[in-house]
């Protein structure tokens, strides 16, 4: 056997991949329409998170918290959250849905999130907003539980159950992208289309990539409705792009309303963009149309010219959120490079059950290693002491530092992505982003060959 | 009273007196906010909370410590390259960050085993580096794990190795000023005067309040080895831990961010009689009277003033290039705390723009008295500002620049308000004379921006010149300005590198005897 | 107070306000000893006395002194016509104003605050 999945050693964690839940959370909420979650907890649980969407999307997005001070902390702060919860309603009348989102602290303390908003439910809303749609939704994201990732599932999956109401049935199919860009729901969008396939997307959020307008009114916001998360209940199939970001949503409304579901494989790379418009046709029985045949052709021409001249048995190690890391790792694969190191974030035991990682311990036929529980520490290490050869990084912005440190080149994919322009706009999802992955890490291991001068004058005749 | 309830803030009327306008004849016994009270839940408020005003304000600058958060991982990854503190080993604590990752289990059962354990770890995968700072988060707090107990058993084990604990949990006070607060008494009390400092000058400071954004902290340093001045430590920005730990051997400490680094500077007085000396390192009249006191204080106020002459003759014709076209522009003045005291005088007295507007998440009242008094006539003050409010006075003040954090500023960016970023600046750093230009060349640079000027454009409706292929700052600034500036010989723009402070690094300074020293000669 | 010396002090008490940090310590005390110290060498200065700063504490108190002093005599050109007592006088009541400003009439809640 060539792959080893094992857990990381260490204890600690040095240059975390992930943050903790409660940023998964917020980040569900802002993808929905008329929605402003409150963080219970300190101030910081909300400030850094906003921070955080803002140096990604260049946007600002708006999220407020309960702000937990000492005394909360030590008799308890649900009045805190029925404050909150009065204050957005007073301030901002176009809003319905309002996430009440657990961090450690309020999840230590034992703050009953779930109770309070029944109260309010009882009391502040008939009393004070008689007539005015509003929805409290409690979401338990202690951040000493998984990691962004899991409170991305764990929120999406609680948005669905409490909306989704049987009616009539739907030509529909839910797609549940995950924890993806704006560019990546163009991209799938696109596919859907092509295919004449209607979706209710969770969630709509091209709008992050939001303009400048003369107006002068425009902000960043999701789009998806609570229309929307309703009709969730009456599609014809659900299709979780993602295993672990929306995996568990599509089964609740397997479970809850005998809707069909497919998790997956996430749709990066020709195999696996296949694969999607395949079961996509199954769901739906519409056909996969000629246009995504030409589509699928200048996409693979346009790898086929940098795959096995450039690419070939470059040994490149990933990190970032795990379906976007196992996608990545299998198209590198078919591009002939060499994942070497696959790193993912959180102590998740699932992972040694996906398929796709018993694919990699099955059929990999060189030194392979996986690491849960990783940190970016797992990578500098053995770069900088183990001697573990890495000719190309794939990640987020947080390990910038290991790439230049190291003399690395990096291709920035995931979230965050701060440190280089735009590429929230870009997918990774689909044979667009396919292509546009292909030629972003050939593009930068040309600029990295000219700046080494590592055989630079090969490009010439290219 | 002269407080201000905007609009927005109708519905929550305790809101009405944190803000202020003030007016002619007024002054702080009437015109000033509330502060530094509990923030109203939901009010979409901008203030962080303890934890990180503890570690990302003021641990973490400090270069050559492992900055360890004991608690579940999101606190350490958000605190981590979300701000600007250089410093001159290689940026070792910008680049690594370690959290002991509590998990569940942890909660219950307590994580003071874990904590041991991560320590250990930690100093074995840096072996280089042998001192550490251990910050407290609300988890950790809240289950009473005993990590100054932990610290205490790894020194002893590791005699090489030296802990400091800041226990500034993120819920502990309105805003991250509550850690500010926490991480300096913390300091005091456990590590100044646990190393003796070498003594190398006659004439010894520390530097207090100093966070190296984007090399601010070199560039004073340069100033200070330029009089011969030995700074013993600088609290904290490009400071080393021992160095800290001497700070009680300094004449002097001369204090820059007294929000949030004045509790040291007064428990220093108390405890070893050394005064404290407030000043201000941003514009051309503060620096130069930032060192002359410096150097009176040391009776060699002519090395102050030959470093005034030098720089001033350096950089005054450019502030003055920039001062000519910013002069009666509006800025919003909306930083965290100390900026806006820092910046409102000087910035409209040397850059001529008028400061309608300042704000701060998370200062004191203090800060406010500082502020208001340096405003001038109308100003709108505001305490704690919250994203509405922030949207009314942008409306109604129509700012042409709003100087801010980074999200607020992409707010700003939709409502097409060019913003800098007040706390880790856009092109700094803005200390000294040479930094006040770079700053004034950024503010430049973004009021007088062609594309800015573009997203004023509605293609729909307003007219369209099809005869302009591009403009220039330099075209849109000039516009109305006398021929006699436009044409000046003297005043010239920003003639300096884009980065400054590399060479600094490098710089060799002439050498002071000690008065000890050349008796002895 | 008359009204050229009502004038005159606001004059002098707009310069501490907009280019002096001293006055604003964070506490009273500090405050009083603040404005009692420097305000008090900024006078024997503008009456060419002899301020003697020996302890560093006073060097301290004397180079804001100085700079303030300096800056006074430099903008505020009547100063030079004015006898040694009325310049006391005055700068009496420049002190009594800053106390009334940033102690007295503070409305600074954290003023009293018996720690740091």
Redesign the interface.
Known sequence: MYCEVNEKERAGVINPIFTCQPCGAQYASIGIKECIGIVHGGQGCVMFVRLLFSQHFKESFEIASSSVHEDGAIFGALNRVEEAVDVLLMRYPDVKVIPIISTCSTEVIGDDIDGVVIKMNETLLPEKYPGREVHLIPIHTPSFVGSMVSGYDVAVKDFVSYFAKKSEPSEKINLITGWVNPGDVTAIKHLLAEMDVEANVLFEIETFDAPLMPSGNHVAHGETTVEDLVDTANAQGTIALNRYEGGSTAKYLQDEFDIPMIIGPTPIGIRNTDTFLKNLSEMTGKPIPESLVRERGIAIDAITDVAHMFLADKKVAIYGNPDLVIGLAQFCLDMEMKPVLLLLGDDNPNYKDDPRIQEFEKNIDYKMEIITNADLWELENRIKNDGLEVDLILGHSKGRFTAMDMNIPMVRVGFPVYDRAGMYRYPVLGYAGAMWLAETIANTWFVDMEYKKNRETILNVW | MPYHLFKCSESIPEREKHAVIKGEGEDLTSALPLGYLNTIPGSISERGCAYCGAKHVIGTPMKDVIHMSHGPVGCTYDTWQTKRYISDNDNFQLKYTYATDMKEQHIVFGAEKLLKKNILEAFAAFPEMKRMTLYQTCASALIGDDINAIAEEVMEELPDVDIFVCNSPGFGGPSQSGGHHKINIAWINQKVGTVEPEITSDYVINYVGEYNIQGDQEVMQDFFKRMGIQILSTFTGNGSYDDLRGMHRAQLNVLECARSAEYICNELRVRYGIPRLDIDGFGHEAMASSLRKVGMFFGIEDRAEAIIAEESARWKPELDWYKARLTDKKVCLWPGGSKLWHWANVIHEEMGVNVVSVYTKFGHQQDMEKGVSRCEVGALAIDDPNELEGMEAIETLEPDIIFTGKRPGEVAKKVRVPYLNAHAYHNGPYKGWEGWVRFARDIYNGIYSPIHKLSLLDISKDEIRTDVGFETQRLLSDVNLSDEIKNSTTLREYTGKYDCIKDLRDKTYPEYLTKKVSEAV | MDELTKDRVEQLIDYI???C??Q????TW?RERQNENILGMTTQLLCDETVTAES??D??Y???A??LADAYKERYTWLADLEKPEIKSLMQDVKNRLD???IT??????LNDPL?
């Open positions: 306000m907009k280019k940090l001293w604003f310590h964070s506490r500090d560093i504490e060097k301290c004397w180079v804001d100085v700079c009334h400003l940033t009439g503070s409305l600074n809640e954290e740091y």
